[in-house]
Each structure stands twice: as structure tokens, then as C-alpha cells.
């Protein structure tokens, strides 16, 4: 009964914002930008690449003439005609011809490796850089599971589409022009015709072929993404799913998508089979059709043995990487496809961007920080904030208590701008008319994201760490920070003697998201980190959640010392941790109910008068 209803309450994943379809074509302009910095490179790398080709040409014409130099000529024996035509030049270019169309392959790859590895590199910064500028409401909404293998996917499909269409399809290309010419040159135009009908064959099978098993391909791509995700987001709640006993159900989950999964690769391959199998089977008429008409003209006296030698050389060297431009057909088409998902996250509008006139914030003292009529929502269909007026004076405190959901972090998100205030979709004048926040004036839409940032320090409720070292986790707050300026910064969060009593000490590594740390200890983390960074204005949002109570004195006595002469906006449900405030604000339900000091509320007889009764007499029975 447990699993059918959880079943039905299977959560989906969020559909990622629908962006339009990308051609190929568009996919390859916007591409290129990234290869032109590497023209001459590009341009050296098509010198040898031509080179490479001619010489491999030129081999079958060699044969050609080493095969009739050894035809034993009227009336000698074949002994004597070996030894006065004993083809030792020819033999030599042979092997010379051979050796370059080797050599300038391998100098074509080493000339473009660097235009190759760059264009990879800027286009994967460029991406990492754009994600990190985009909203937080995009990361909220995407899959991170998925996310990361649509870049492992994009940047893979950088080298590869460079390396086949460079290295691969140009080459055979001007491998079948010049085989055409000397074809239609030295023969007569029948076996042009035939090698012609048969690569268009080839080519119009191929590509409908490929095409059909797009859409299988694709479907594949995104079971296997969903398949990751499942998985990620199962590791990453590990202790959720141990609390629940709901280890078989996530695995039951996982064996859902694997064998979803596991159908599609069977369509794909059996795809590939189809199109493998007809692809050889247009190679086989052809070549065999050629050499029949080669071998009649022998015989008739029309054409020598080195002509129909070289004719077979030249069909097996035309063929052999023809048949492997079906593999390389696809593999482009899936590359253009990989890359074009990167590059729709990389043209992926960034809801909250620096205004074109927009000024460095320069705090020189704790500033004053104002909350003007704002009016904020999440969701175009309903507001969580309802016009607030909040005032920090400078260098002061105020505390906004409230019940979940009342829009308290809202206010932290905003003064950070992770978004503006308005709701999504809103034109510029519902946006203006929906207030606006000030740092000493200064509306936060018209400074740098980045000043603004670095102005404001935070200690979250929910701290996440990177999987790294204590010591790095802390020194991330300021990471030009001196090794004596970290462990003051953790002696202040009384976690120094916690990291010197650890086998590894400051080099200990925290586990994903620091869950090697307990909540007390990664909270304690998070207070060194923004002791160090020593910001004019300080967030502290259930700064003191996961204490215990005699470290949670202590580390409220350090809070109180650090939110000295700092602009501070303290966010709590435990009233008690907030009675020394210079001002406490109600919040409920996005608007402001009550406001004052602590005495003065708990006079009013309100709402906050409510709320700390209810906790102290929860404290008293406990």
C-alpha cells in the first residue's frame, strides 16, 4: 500500500524553460567566433591537410607504375626484363609518398591542437562564468545531475566536432574530387558515374538514415540524463533517505530509469545495425560493379594491369573512410546537438544583470541600508512581500522575526540581489513602481552586482560547504586572508580547538556539502568564514541555529562584537537571540505588523508579545 501511494506521488522533474530549436547551422556560426582567434593556425593545418591528401593519391598512381614497370615486355624473358627495369626510383617514392601522407597528418593535428584545446577552453569558461551569472531562480528550477552532463557533453562535442570535420570529413572530401578527376581523365566516364551515383547513394542513405535515429538518439540522451539526476539528487539526500528507510525505494527508482535506458540503447544499436548493414551493402555494388568493368577492359587489351590495380587501390581508399563517414555523420550530428544545448545555456537570459551605467559601491563605514515600499514575488501569480518599509541605520541592528514563510529570507535574497523586486515578467515600470533597496542611497540596481556582494557578509541557516578542506572552507570568506588572520577568525567562531584536536587538523576534508561536520560544527565554519571576510554589512540568518546552548552564548557574545559598529540585519525564530536588537520587526505573512525594541513589543501585548510567550513557556516545560 506504502509503495502505490508513493508511487503516485513520484516527484517529476521541473521542466526546464523551452528555448527555440537551433539549426546546425546557427550552431556552427556560433562556433566559429571561437576558432578565428586561431586563423593562422586553422589556415596551416588546411595546407597540410591538402599535402597529406595529395600524397595519398599519389600512392595508386605509383602502383600503377610499379605494377606495368614489372609486365614482362614482348619477347624477353621475365628474368631479363627484371633486371633492366628493375623500378628502384619508383619504389622509392613509394615509400617517400607513404611517409609524407603519414607525416603531414601528424603535423596537421600538432599545428591545430592548440586552436582545438583553446576554442574548448574559452567556450567551457565562458559557460562555467554564465552560470554563476545567472539567477538563482535558474538553479532552483534546473537538475544539477542534468545540468552538468549537458556541459561534459557540450565541451566533448567542441573537440570532437573540430577534430571529425577537420581531420575526417575535409579530407575525404578532397580525397573523392581528385579521385573523380583522375578518373574522368584517364579513364572513361563510366567509372565517374558509377563512383558518383554510388556516393550519392551512400550520402542520401546516410543522412535519412541518421536522421530517423536522431530521435531515438535524443530520447536516449535524455533518459540518461533523467537516470543521472535521479541518482545525484539521491546521493546528495543521503541522510534523507536513510531517515525514511526509503533505500529500496530510491534503488526500485534507479532500476525504473536504468531500464528505460537500457530499452533506448537497444533501439539505438539496433539502428545502427540498419544503417551499417545498407551502407555496405551500396559499397559492395559498387566496387563490385567497378572492378567487373576494370577486369573486362584487361582483358580486351583497353587498359594494363597497373590501371586496374590502381583503380582498386583507389575505390579501398575511397571506400574505407567513406564507410566511416557514417559514423562520422552521426557523431557530428550528435556533436552539433551536445554543443547546441551549451550554447543555449550560455545564450540563457541572466534575469539579474549590472545596469549599462553601473558604479562600483565603495563603503567606506557601515552604511545605511533602506527597504523602500517593496513589493516582491517569486511567481508572477503571487507576491510574498506586500510593500515593506524597513530602515537599518547605520552601524545599528534589526532583527525581523516572523513564522515561516512570512518573507523573512526574502529580504536577505533580495539585499543580496539574487533577484529584483517585482515579480518575473514584469515590465520596467512594474518593476520601478514596486520599490526599490538602498546601500547609503544608493538603489542596488544601479551598482555592481559584484561591489554590492562583497560589501555584505552572511552566516546562512543552511550552511553548505565545499568538499574540501577546513581551512579552505574557512578561507574562502578571503582567500588573500594571512594563515594567522584564518585561525584568529577561528578562534572567534570557537571552532580552534575543535580543528587542532582533528587527526588532519586544518587540512581535514568537510565531505560533500561538509556532511563529515556536524550542524553545530558547519555552522561554526560558516561564522569564521564571514569573521574573516569582515564585512560593513552582516546577515545573520539563524546565525546560531544548530549551537548548543553554551556555545551558542559564546558565539552570540562574538556576533554582538562583530555586528558592533556594522549595519546588521539579524533573521530569527528564537526571539531570544534577538532581544538586544536597536529595533525587532514583525514580519507576517510579507507585511510588517509590529516593530520596536524588545521591551516596547512585549508592552504592546501583540503579535511578538504572543510569540515570546509561547517560546518561553516552551522553554519552561522543556
Known amino acids: 500500500m506504502r509503495e502505490r501511494a508513493m508511487a503516485g506521488a513520484a516527484p517529476r522533474p521541473l521542466p526546464a524553460a523551452a528555448a527555440p530549436a537551433r539549426s546546425d547551422g546557427q550552431t556552427l556560426r556560433r562556433l566559429l567566433p571561437y576558432l578565428w582567434e586561431y586563423r593562422w593556425r586553422v589556415a596551416a593545418a588546411l595546407v597540410l591537410m591538402v599535402g597529406a591528401k595529395l600524397a595519398t593519391v599519389g600512392v595508386p598512381l605509383l602502383l600503377k607504375e610499379l605494377v606495368d614497370a614489372l609486365t614482362p615486355l614482348p619477347g624477353l624473358s621475365a628474368q631479363a626484363t627484371g633486371l633492366l627495369v628493375v623500378p628502384v626510383g619508383l619504389l622509392l617514392a613509394y615509400g617517400a609518398l607513404r611517409l609524407c601522407a603519414t607525416l603531414f597528418a601528424e603535423l596537421r593535428e600538432l599545428v591545430f591542437l592548440k586552436a582545438t584545446e583553446g576554442a574548448t577552453r574559452a567556450i567551457a569558461l565562458q559557460v562555467f562564468s554564465?552560470?554563476?551569472?545567472?539567477?538563482?531562480?535558474?538553479?532552483?528550477?534546473?537538475?544539477?545531475?542534468?545540468?552538468?552532463?549537458?556541459?561534459?557533453?557540450?565541451?566533448?562535442?567542441?573537440?570532437?566536432?573540430?577534430?571529425?570535420?577537420?581531420?575526417?570529413?575535409?579530407?575525404?572530401?578532397?580525397?573523392?574530387?581528385?579521385?573523380?578527376?583522375?578518373?574522368?581523365?584517364?579513364?572513361?566516364?563510366?567509372?565517374?558515374?558509377?563512383?558518383?551515383?554510388?556516393?550519392?547513394?551512400?550520402?542520401?542513405?546516410?543522412?535519412?538514415?541518421?536522421?530517423?535515429?536522431?530521435?531515438?538518439?535524443r530520447q536516449m540522451n535524455e533518459l540518461e540524463s533523467a537516470s543521472q539526476t535521479r541518482a545525484i539528487d539521491a546521493l546528495l539526500n543521503y541522510e534523507t533517505v536513510k531517515y525514511f528507510d526509503n533505500e529500496a525505494w530510491e534503488a526500485r527508482r534507479y532500476a525504473d530509469s536504468l531500464d528505460r535506458l537500457r530499452r533506448a540503447r537497444v533501439r539505438t544499436q539496433a539502428s545502427l545495425s540498419l544503417l551499417n548493414a545498407g551502407q555496405q551493402l551500396i559499397i559492395v555494388v559498387a566496387l563490385v560493379a567497378i572492378l567487373w568493368r576494370a577486369t573486362v577492359a584487361v582483358t580486351e587489351g583497353r587498359m594494363t594491369l597497373g590501371d586496374l590495380v590502381m583503380i582498386n587501390a583507389f575505390m579501398i581508399q575511397l571506400y574505407l573512410p567513406l564507410n566511416f563517414l557514417g559514423v562520422l555523420y552521426r557523431e557530428i550530428r550528435q556533436g552539433l546537438t551536445d554543443l547546441g544545448r551549451m550554447f543555449d545555456l550560455l545564450e540563457r537570459e541572466c534575469e539579474v544583470r549590472d545596469a549599462p551605467d553601473a558604479r562600483e559601491l565603495a563603503v567606506a563605514h557601515a552604511p545605511q541600508v533602506r527597504f523602500e515600499a517593496v513589493r516582491f514575488g517569486y511567481?508572477?501569480?503571487?507576491?510574498?512581500?506586500?510593500?515593506?518599509?524597513?530602515?537599518?541605520?547605520?552601524?545599528?541592528?534589526?532583527?525581523?522575526?516572523?513564522?515561516?514563510?512570512?518573507?523573512?529570507?526574502?529580504?536577505?535574497?533580495?539585499?543580496?540581489?539574487?533577484?529584483?523586486?517585482?515579480?518575473?515578467?514584469?515590465?520596467?515600470?512594474?518593476?520601478?513602481?514596486?520599490?526599490?533597496?538602498?546601500?547609503?542611497?544608493?538603489?542596488?540596481?544601479?551598482?555592481?552586482?559584484?561591489?554590492?556582494?562583497?560589501?555584505?557578509?552572511?552566516?546562512?541557516?543552511?550552511?553548505?560547504?565545499?568538499?574540501?578542506?577546513?581551512?579552505?572552507?574557512?578561507?574562502?570568506?578571503?582567500?588573500?586572508?594571512?594563515?594567522?588572520?584564518?585561525?584568529?577568525?577561528?578562534?572567534?567562531?570557537?571552532?580552534?580547538?575543535?580543528?587542532?584536536?582533528?587527526?588532519?587538523?586544518?587540512?581535514?576534508?568537510?565531505?560533500?556539502?561538509?556532511?563529515?561536520?556536524?550542524?553545530?560544527?558547519?555552522?561554526?565554519?560558516?561564522?569564521?568564514?564571514?569573521?574573516?571576510?569582515?564585512?560593513?554589512?552582516?546577515?545573520?540568518?539563524?546565525?546560531?541555529?544548530?549551537?548548543?546552548?553554551?556555545?551558542?552564548?559564546?558565539?552570540?557574545?562574538e556576533l554582538r562584537r562583530l555586528a558592533r559598529d556594522r549595519t546588521t540585519l539579524v533573521i530569527a525564530h528564537r526571539l531570544s537571540t534577538v532581544v538586544d536588537a536597536h529595533e525587532i520587526v514583525v514580519l507576517e505573512h510579507g507585511r510588517i505588523v509590529e516593530r520596536g525594541r524588545h521591551a516596547e513589543l512585549l508592552a504592546q501585548g501583540g503579535r511578538y508579545a504572543q510569540m515570546w510567550a509561547l517560546q518561553q513557556s516552551g522553554a519552561d516545560g522543556a
Not at 466 to 485: H, K, L, Q, S
Open 130 to 217: 554564465h552560470l554563476h551569472a545567472l539567477s538563482l531562480r535558474f538553479h532552483l528550477e534546473r537538475q544539477t545531475g542534468g545540468l552538468t552532463r549537458d556541459i561534459e557533453r557540450g565541451t566533448r562535442a567542441v573537440q570532437s566536432l573540430i577534430s571529425y570535420s577537420l581531420y575526417s570529413v575535409v579530407p575525404t572530401l578532397i580525397e573523392v574530387a581528385l579521385v573523380l578527376a583522375l578518373l574522368g581523365t584517364r579513364f572513361e566516364a563510366w567509372y565517374v558515374w558509377t563512383t558518383g551515383l554510388a556516393l550519392v547513394a551512400y550520402v542520401a542513405f546516410t543522412v535519412k538514415v541518421t536522421q530517423w535515429r536522431t530521435g531515438i538518439r
Open 379 to 557: 511567481e508572477r501569480e503571487r507576491d510574498i512581500l506586500h510593500g515593506v518599509d524597513l530602515v537599518i541605520p547605520a552601524g545599528r541592528t534589526v532583527a525581523v522575526v516572523g513564522p515561516s514563510g512570512s518573507g523573512k529570507s526574502t529580504l536577505a535574497r533580495l539585499l543580496y540581489r539574487f533577484y529584483d523586486v517585482g515579480r518575473p515578467g514584469e515590465d520596467d515600470a512594474a518593476r520601478a513602481a514596486a520599490g526599490r533597496i538602498t546601500v547609503d542611497g544608493h538603489d542596488v540596481r544601479h551598482v555592481t552586482q559584484a561591489s554590492l556582494r562583497r560589501a555584505i557578509g552572511i552566516v546562512p541557516q543552511d550552511t553548505v560547504l565545499f568538499n574540501d578542506t577546513i581551512e579552505y572552507n574557512i578561507r574562502y570568506g578571503r582567500p588573500d586572508a594571512t594563515a594567522d588572520e584564518v585561525r584568529e577568525a577561528a578562534r572567534a567562531a570557537h571552532i580552534l580547538d575543535f580543528i587542532e584536536r582533528l587527526p588532519q587538523g586544518w587540512q581535514t576534508v568537510v565531505g560533500e556539502r561538509g556532511l563529515k561536520l556536524s550542524g553545530g560544527e558547519k555552522q561554526r565554519v560558516a561564522i569564521a568564514r564571514t569573521l574573516l571576510k569582515n564585512p560593513p554589512i552582516l546577515i545573520l540568518d539563524e546565525a546560531t541555529s544548530a549551537l548548543d546552548s553554551a556555545n551558542e552564548r559564546a558565539i552570540q557574545a
